[in-house]
């Protein structure tokens, strides 16, 4: 069973900062890209970032230089490190993996970014 669980997310000032995890179990962890999406209320999802497993990382426009995808092959963990928060930013995050010709999402971590 393909399991992804978020955490890391909560209530930031703008222009601070917050690292998100997401675990994957269930999986050959190392073998997947690993992305990072958001939905914001009332908007399509849309991806933030992503990782291969050889490592070269893919990031939206919308990134400009803030946010940093990372992964630990060991922990079966890949994360989001975002600094330079904005309101705009605040949406729920997931972590979602394509596998065994499916695809897996976690729950998600609301991020908020609000003074």
């Known amino acids: 069973q393909v399991r992804l669980v978020e955490s890391g997310g909560g209530l930031v000032q703008p222009g601070g900062s917050l690292r998100l995890s997401c675990t994957a179990s269930?999986?050959?962890?190392?073998?997947?890209?690993m992305n990072w999406y958001r939905q914001a209320a009332g908007k399509e999802r849309e991806l933030v970032a992503n990782i291969t497993s050889g490592g070269p990382r893919n990031y939206a426009d919308f990134v400009q230089g803030r946010f940093t995808i990372s992964r630990d092959n060991v922990r079966n963990t890949v994360s989001l490190q975002m600094n330079d928060l904005k309101p705009g930013d605040t949406a729920a995050y997931c972590c979602?993996?394509?596998?065994?010709?499916?695809?897996?999402w976690g729950r998600g971590t609301q991020v908020t970014v609000s003074s």
């Open positions: 269930g999986i050959n962890f190392r073998l997947y890209t």
């Open positions: 979602n993996v394509r596998a065994r010709s499916s695809t897996f």
